[in-house]
């Protein structure tokens, strides 16, 4: 921080890919102050055991991982404040990020908000997260190997989970409640000619069965159509009708797609506003993966540093710098 109480770099966001861009850039000196959120640590928090990133050879809870995450940024000088930014002006620099009166000023900044899955909206559902009830195929199928789950959903996004599922489960079965799809037709035909998939349509879930005992064991349906409701039994219950990015603060000033997530310049972290980058799941709406994240949070991290030794004439000083070995390749 200058005389003038303007940072080096700020960082909006607490999940994988805020804590990895706080890490790298407090190894390089830049002194970041992280704007964690009170929800810090994402969709980890959420996520009881991760088994599929990289170094956790016999598992680890996602609590525990994203607070292993912020104690190593932690231990290199970076700055952490738990609450929520409630403004931003990125118009000129040094940009202002406000959290109510407090405000903060940096050179530059790194949006990493994360994004956060739609839920069906039932207290069963809540009440059984972690104990059959999840998000993410990729990230919990191998626990439910051999056994009968559901998939909700009728896009791209259900079918993919419902086909990835196949590998493990003994059965699935898709729950839409239409009749209509708005998965692809080459996505929908290669569910349908899966054996272990069986569509339900034109129904409901109107509880997750099971709370009681802790654990799910089936769900209680509605037919949208006759009224009439029915059990079907289920293990697992996969929620895959879409995520929503956290970007409201940031879409009327830097560019998104339709559904708000924000644009990167190709090959980068960095936003159509110079001085500001993105990394994490407030990008990438394809693979949402942890370890994707912490990835695209170094990207930004190194993006930045390279950005500001730029404009403080000393590029070469950046860890991007380009290297005189790769120059003569």
């Avoid at 409701?229 to 940031?250: C, M, R, W, Y």
């Avoid at 730029?310 to 070995?325: D, I, K, S």
């Amino acid at each position: 921080m200058n005389e003038n109480g303007v940072r080096e770099l700020i960082i909006i966001g607490g999940g994988p890919a805020g804590y990895t861009a706080a890490l790298y850039s407090a190894r390089a000196d830049l002194e970041p102050l992280v704007i964690e959120g009170f929800r810090w640590g994402g969709q980890l928090m959420i996520t009881s055991d991760v088994e599929n990133y990289p170094g956790f050879a016999e598992g680890i809870m996602g609590p525990q991982m994203m607070g292993e995450f912020r104690r190593q940024a932690e231990r290199f000088g970076a700055e952490f404040v738990t609450d929520d930014v409630t403004r931003v002006d990125f118009s000129k620099r040094p940009f202002r990020v406000w959290i109510g009166e407090d405000e903060y000023q940096a050179k530059s900044v790194i949006v990493a908000t994360g994004a956060s899955a739609r839920q069906l909206g039932l207290e069963s559902e809540r009440a059984l997260h972690g104990r059959g009830v999840t998000y993410c195929a990729v990230c919990d199928a191998a626990f439910y190997r051999d056994k009968e789950v559901v998939v909700v959903g009728g896009g791209d996004s259900a079918m993919e989970e419902a086909l990835f599922l196949t590998k493990f489960a003994s059965k699935v079965t898709v729950l839409h409640r239409r009749n209509e799809f708005r998965a692809s037709q080459i996505m929908l035909n290669r569910a349908r000619e899966n054996d272990k998939i069986e569509f339900i349509t034109s129904v409901v879930v109107e509880e997750a069965l099971g709370a009681d005992e802790g654990k799910l064991s089936g769900l209680r349906i509605r037919n949208v159509e006759t009224g009439e409701t029915s059990e079907v039994p289920a293990e697992g219950l996969f929620v895959a009708i879409g995520h929503d990015p956290t970007t409201k603060l940031f879409t009327d000033q830097l560019d998104h797609d339709e559904a708000g997530y924000l644009l990167t310049q190709p090959g980068s972290t960095a936003t159509n506003v110079e001085g500001v980058f993105a990394a994490g799941d407030v990008v990438d709406h394809t693979y949402r993966q942890a370890v994707t994240a912490a990835g695209m949070g170094s990207m930004a991290a190194l993006d930045a540093e390279r950005w500001l030794a730029a404009r403080e004439g000393h590029a070469g000083t950046a860890l991007t710098a380009p290297r005189a070995e790769a120059a003569e390749v």
